[in-house]
């Protein structure tokens, strides 16, 4: 069929010639100069994961959790992380959102080779960025992302910190179905396609998870009345969801790692596969609850309680409001890449769609070819470029930029500088970046069911 990124399995020596020569570059060790250094081992393995009371499943982890152990770095540091591999297959990590050297980044056949099994790599990079990331595994992602081989990544930023300040990342699972089967099945399954724009996935996946837990096993978040937290929302699976907060209780911090001024009140946001959303909450005066609408199937597994040291944990009231009357708001990044609308020295049409493969099923494409046929973005050192998105699908495509922030103008004329974009049926985005840091870098869809057919390409500097 086609070779994707996710999959491949080259082994040393293999990489192609244009990695080689920019290893010129790239071989230098990181500098950390007089930088505080973090050091985490991660070891890939096999767990059985107890998802809710009583009910485990197979889960494939970095040190035996779901999500994997928790990175906390501050701004500034060097980061040092020593993977093992005590799987059976192959596996990387990718650190999602994170700024980072080319070779650094996880992708195996484009920036490594895929760790085999009984081996190490290390990684290392700065954390520039203060903000919310996560990492994954980036070797077979839709399976692997959906085995639990992903964690939360957090650079805490200088200065004075909320009370409490917690992660919370949001997953699905097929407890009662058989994984592999979907993958050996696989257009097959995504081409049931009835009804709306997230049709595909849903009736995969019949379990939601928060922090690895689903229903009642959800950690509840415990707070004081009055007391503030900054809460971190990660989407690790493939199906948008909507955060519900108590109204007045909220206010936009972040998103993709970059802060973010809001307007006017809003309860409902919106995290698309492979965002994050970083928001300062404030408990009120009754136990409260943090969660997906209740108008969507399955949303009680997706509730976090929010309980005080006198709770009795019986009067929790879902407070969440239809988004259709939520009041609407909008959001800008406090620090644009771009303060106008730039000269362009690279422009890229990327229209989105979905096609059918003779006995292969369902393929996802970008610009009518399936990777590594579709059309590379080439770039120079130092351009300025610009990338026309156009979803003529029918379902959600998550577009993901490894080793870049892009600049979207938003519909209000505001601007906002993200990694992913979501882009929904029929609607179209205009994104902007520099082109400032070497390497093949992948562009693709975060539902990694589409990205592991197809809807994947690479920025690729001569
Ligand atoms: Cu979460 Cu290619 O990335
Ligand atoms: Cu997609």
């Known amino acids: 069929f086609f070779q994707s990124p996710f999959m491949q399995e080259k082994s040393a020596g293999e990489l192609n010639s244009s990695e080689q020569g920019q290893s010129i570059l790239d071989i230098q060790p990181i500098d950390a100069g007089s930088r505080p250094t973090k050091q985490f081992e991660l070891t890939a393995k096999e767990t059985d994961w107890e998802i809710q009371t009583g009910e485990s499943v197979n889960a494939w982890t970095y040190n035996g959790t779901v999500p994997g152990e928790a990175l906390r770095v501050q701004q500034g540091d060097f980061v040092q992380v020593e993977l093992h591999n005590e799987l059976e297959v192959p ?14 980044d996880g992708v195996p056949g484009v920036t490594q080779d895929a760790v085999e099994p009984g081996e190490s790599f290390t990684y290392e990079f700065i954390a520039e960025d203060a903000g919310t990331y996560w990492y994954h595994s980036h070797q077979h992602s839709s399976l692997q992302v959906d085995k639990g081989l992903y964690g939360p990544l957090v650079v ?9 300040d917690e992660v919370f990342i949001l997953d699905e699972w097929a407890v009662n179905q058989d994984r592999e089967n979907w993958t050996n099945m696989g257009g097959m399954m995504m081409g049931s396609m009835q009804g709306d724009g997230e049709a595909d996935t849903k009736e995969m996946y019949d379990t939601f998870t928060v922090n690895g837990k689903a229903g009642d096993a959800i950690d509840p978040l ?53 965002e994050r959303i970083d928001v300062l909450y404030t408990k009120g ?30 009067n929790l009231q879902v407070t969440g409001k239809d988004p259709a009357t939520s009041k609407g708001t909008s959001y800008a990044s406090k620090d644009l890449l771009f303060d106008t609308v730039p000269d362009v020295d690279v422009s890229y049409d990327m229209n989105l769609s979905m096609g059918m493969n003779m006995g292969e099923g ?25 990338v026309d998105i156009t979803n003529e699908g029918r379902l959600n495509h998550p577009m993901h930029l490894h080793g870049h922030r892009f600049q979207v103008e938003a519909e209000d004329g505001g601007a906002v500088v993200k990694d992913l974009i ?32 197809g809807m994947v390409t690479i920025v690729d500097y001569t």
Not at 93 to 102: K, R, S
């Open 91 to 104: 596996v990387t990590i990718h650190w999602h959102g994170v700024i980072l050297p080319n070779r650094m």
């Open 156 to 164: 805490e930023e200088k200065g004075e910190k909320p009370e409490h």
């Open 222 to 274: 415990r707070m004081e009345e009055g007391e503030t937290a900054r809460l971190r929302f990660v989407n690790a699976g493939y199906q948008l969801h909507r955060l519900v907060f108590p109204e007045g209780s909220m206010e936009m911090l972040a998103v993709d790692a970059e802060p973010v001024q809001s307007s006017g009140e809003r309860n409902v946001l919106e995290i698309a596969p492979g």
């Open 285 to 314: 005066k009754d136990d409260e609850i943090i969660g997906e609408m209740p108008s969507v199937e399955n949303s009680q597994d997706m509730q976090i309680p929010v309980l005080s040291s006198d709770s009795s944990g019986e």
């Open 362 to 386: 369902m393929i996802w494409q970008i610009n009518d070819r399936v990777f590594p046929e579709t059309p590379p973005i080439q770039v120079e050192k130092g351009d300025i470029v610009k």
């Open 422 to 453: 979501n882009v929904k049926p029929g609607e179209s985005y205009t994104i902007y970046f520099e082109a400032d840091n070497k390497g093949e870098w992948l562009f693709h869809c975060h539902d990694n069911n589409h990205a592991d057919r």
